[in-house]
């Protein structure tokens, strides 16, 4: 069946559940309503047995469950049972009519009943006890359910609850004067009584092997009570004798029993041969609730079986309420209390319960309104006395703030991803005593490789074996803790629990915590045994998921802070390269490391001093370096302002390239205008330097051209460089040109157009070319709109 159709399936089911508890109510109000205000005998039949309808009745012996045997001294025939009642109840009000019953252990005795009108004082009396339990049975199942749904156990407890509170809520109709639709459901419902034991045997204390292979043997067993309901209908009709009473009712006992022996022998085995201390405790725990079942069941089976009853049938509907809170007890708490705790818990609240129900009866001896005033002190009382002993029985959970503030400073302290993953190592031990800890995080969470740390350095764990665990594969696709515990009683993780075991072994962990980082998972905490043997619950889980988020807000510092210095060292080193805004417009791409190298068309400039050798022989080194400084810093401001891309200074010469490594479709102009602007400033650094008797000027080539663009070197010591022959002709270029000079290809001067002036210089044979190369020479003047020195040419 598709998903999507099973759960369709199962919540009609649902619906059907809810449906057939609330048809009993229904069917129990409108009995009611109607027999209201009318004549009543003060008891009704369900087959041959009596059950009390008023208060009179009930003191007068009218036991439940107890056997009509004569009425007036004219035996019971259950052919005749409507006719005969039918006439008593319609004889005159107050006629007196003696019912001769055989109550417990075979004790007869007969029973003068008046006939009066039935009130709701009588219906209070006689129905609200067994339908408030059968309501607080079906809203434990309903409650279980809703907390988890669809798990099997759920499944079993709804059915329990619904089917259970359904036949205290149609315990009292009276069978011989119901409607068809009465007598149907009363019998299906104890059809389905006798039947759901065993549904509850294979779901409790954990999933039996046979429910989780073959799912479809519910509708077996439910087949089963339906076919008893039908028994039970044809014991009727035939007067409940010989075979068809043990058909009718026997059959029912029978299974009923069978189902609860089923479950007590389940529970007794697996509280002494579980393999998990959890399936033990939970067994316990089944064993007290089925063993609180056997009254009702064993009072029901001798009497549909032996015909003796045992004793009043009510009294055995109660003790089904500590069976059925057991049931929903360990059907919402996967994670158990601790039963040192719980057992102390216990014994305090029954000493305490004790003393205060002998306080409330002595109170009501003296006054009966004394009570009322008692209420108000203790309802602030019990709040801070549970408080307090919660204080007494969890000692250490009241440190638990200070240790996650002192682990919380440790963890902001930390330097290192290390440092981290070692003190959140830690937290378990520090936090709940736990012999062991490992943190550890998976592959990609903070960069390629995995780390896993412990607390004992003879522990060994691959970590990045660690990530394909079964149990690692879990906490990932849950994103919640996994615990032993879980797995233990879980049926839907029965096929990996072995290999969960074994990675929990090799973890020396009970449970393991995930880090998470925007809903992802990245890494983990597992905490080992405590040293007291207990086991973690809701504080301590807790607890520790606050100190895993504060290593993975630690993580996540660290990652900033070297991810900061990381581009703090790669922005200086593109400094050498490209300018501010070009830098800028790299890392907000993700850095040099996002910078292919690539193939791409670029506008390269050479510039080279002319006289600068002979310059250099004439005066000293500190003049010359001072020079030199003068004119790189005028030259760098113009690279800068036209957004060209610094490849080296080399002595008096300089390489720029534009269009990489961000692109720019005006290049050949922001070259061209960068080239005319450096010649201005040359002009204004000559004048000084013709003072000093300097004869130095600057001869620039440019061309534009496909080349491979991008770093080059080694790690520590590399350049953003252009390579190909576009860099080759600008440089032959730059060499050819004379002071005050700037030389450009054909290609260039077709890329600007008109609106820069041009002069040609005809064909030149450069070194390294074979073909001549039509050259031109760029010209400053009006055409070009020449920029001055305080900044570029105006568009």
């Known amino acids: 069946m598709p998903p999507r ?69 004219a035996n019971l025939r259950l052919s005749d049972v409507a006719d005969d009642l039918a006439g008593f109840v319609s004889q005159t009000l107050g006629t007196v009519n003696t019912v001769t019953l055989e109550g417990p252990r075979g004790r007869v005795r007969d029973v003068p009943l008046t006939v009066r009108p039935l009130t709701w004082g009588d219906v209070l009396y006689t129905d609200s006890p067994t339908l408030g339990l059968g309501a607080v049975f079906f809203a434990i199942g309903v409650t279980g359910f809703l907390l988890r749904p669809f798990a099997a156990s759920s499944w079993a407890l709804l059915a329990f609850a619904t089917f259970y509170g359904a036949v205290l809520a149609t315990a009292l109709l009276p069978f011989p004067h119901t409607t068809a639709l009465r007598a149907i459901y009363a019998r299906l419902a104890v059809g389905m009584v006798s039947v759901v034991p065993v549904h509850v045997a294979l779901a409790f204390p954990v999933g039996h092997g046979a429910l989780l292979r073959r799912p479809g043997i519910l509708w077996w067993l439910y087949a089963a009570g339906l076919g008893i ?44 041969r579980g393999r998990d201390p959890l399936v033990m405790q939970r067994a316990r725990i089944v064993l007290l609730g089925a063993a609180s079942a056997l009254p009702f069941v064993l009072v029901n089976f001798v009497r549909n079986v032996f015909g003796v009853l ?14 059925v809170f057991a049931l929903g007890y360990i059907t919402v708490r996967h994670d158990l209390l601790n039963a040192r705790i719980a057992v102390r818990r216990a014994v305090i609240y029954a000493g305490v319960v004790t003393v205060l129900s002998a306080l409330a009866l002595l109170v009501i001896a003296l006054s009966s309104f004394a009570v009322a005033v008692l209420l108000f002190p203790l309802l602030y009382v019990w709040p801070e006395f549970a408080r307090r002993l919660d204080a007494w029985l969890y000692p250490e959970r009241a440190h638990l703030p200070e240790l996650i503030r002192t682990l919380g400073e440790d963890l902001a302290a930390a330097g290192s991803v290390e440092a981290v993953l070692d003190a959140l190592a830690t937290a378990p031990r520090r936090l709940c005593g736990a012999l062991d800890g490992v943190a550890f995080l998976l592959p990609g969470a903070t960069g390629a490789d995995a780390r896993v740390r412990t607390t004992d350095p003879a522990q060994t764990l691959d970590p990045q074996r660690l990530s394909d665990e ?103 080193d593109l400094k050498r390269f490209f300018p501010p805004a070009i830098i800028d417009q790299v890392m907000a791409r993700g850095g040099a490391a996002e910078l292919p190298r690539q193939r791409k068309m670029v506008t390269v400039l050479f510039a080279d001093l002319r006289g600068f050798t002979s310059f250099a022989e004439r005066v000293e080194p500190e003049e ?59 002009r204004h650094l000559r004048a000084g330097w013709a003072r000093n008797g300097y004869e130095i000027d600057v001869g620039m080539g440019l061309h534009t051209g496909y080349a491979t663009c991008g770093f080059i070197g080694y790690e520590g010591r590399r350049d953003y460089a252009v390579i190909g022959n576009v860099t080759n002709l600008a440089a032959r270029l730059s060499a050819a040109a004379a002071g005050g000079e700037v030389l450009i290809t054909a290609r260039v001067r077709s890329a600007l157009g008109e609106q820069y002036a041009t002069a040609a210089v005809g064909e030149m044979t450069l070194k390294g070319f074979q073909q001549p190369q039509q050259v031109y020479r760029l010209v400053p003047g009006p055409a070009a709109n020449e920029p001055d020195r305080d900044g570029p040419p105006a568009r």
């Open 624 to 682: 010359v370096m001072a020079t030199l400084a003068e004119y790189h810093a005028a030259m760098g401001r113009r690279i800068a302002e036209f957004a060209g891309t610094l490849e080296r200074f080399a002595g008096d010469g300089f390489m720029v390239f534009f269009n990489d490594p961000v692109e720019q479709p005006d290049h050949v102009e922001l070259a061209s205008r960068m080239a005319l602007a450096m010649l201005a400033d040359t």
């Open 470 to 572: 079964a149990l690692i594969r879990l906490m990932l696709t849950t994103r919640t803790a996994v615990s032993r515990d879980r797995l233990a009683i879980d049926p839907l993780y029965a096929n990996i629990k072995a290999d969960c075991d074994a990675a929990f072994d090799a973890l020396r962990a009970d449970v393991v915590l995930p880090m998470l980082r925007d809903n992802r998972v990245i890494g983990g905490v597992a905490p080992g045994r405590r040293t007291t043997g207990d086991v973690y619950e809701t504080p301590e889980l807790g607890a520790l998921s606050t100190v895993a988020q504060q290593a993975v807000q630690a993580i996540t510092r660290i990652e900033a802070t070297e991810e900061l210095r990381r581009r703090e060292l790669e922005f200086a």
């Open 5 to 73: 159709a099973r759960r369709v399936a199962e919540l009609a089911l649902v619906g059907l559940l809810v449906a057939f508890y609330a048809c009993a109510v229904a069917l129990n109000l409108t009995d009611k309503m109607e027999r209201v205000g009318r004549p009543d005998l003060g008891w009704v039949t369900d087959g041959p047995y009596a059950l009390p309808t008023r208060y009179d009745a009930a003191a007068a012996g009218v036991i439940w469950g107890s056997r009509v045997l004569r009425i007036n001294g």
């Open 229 to 272: 309901a039908v028994l039970q209908g044809l014991a009727w009709w035939n007067e409940w004798h010989g075979l068809w009473r043990f058909a009718g009712g026997g059959l029912d006992g029978t299974m009923l029993l069978a189902g609860v022996l089923l479950l007590l022998s389940r529970s007794l085995l697996l509280s002494v």
């Open 310 to 323: 045992l004793f009043d049938q009510r009294v055995a509907y109660w003790p089904l309420g500590v069976c």
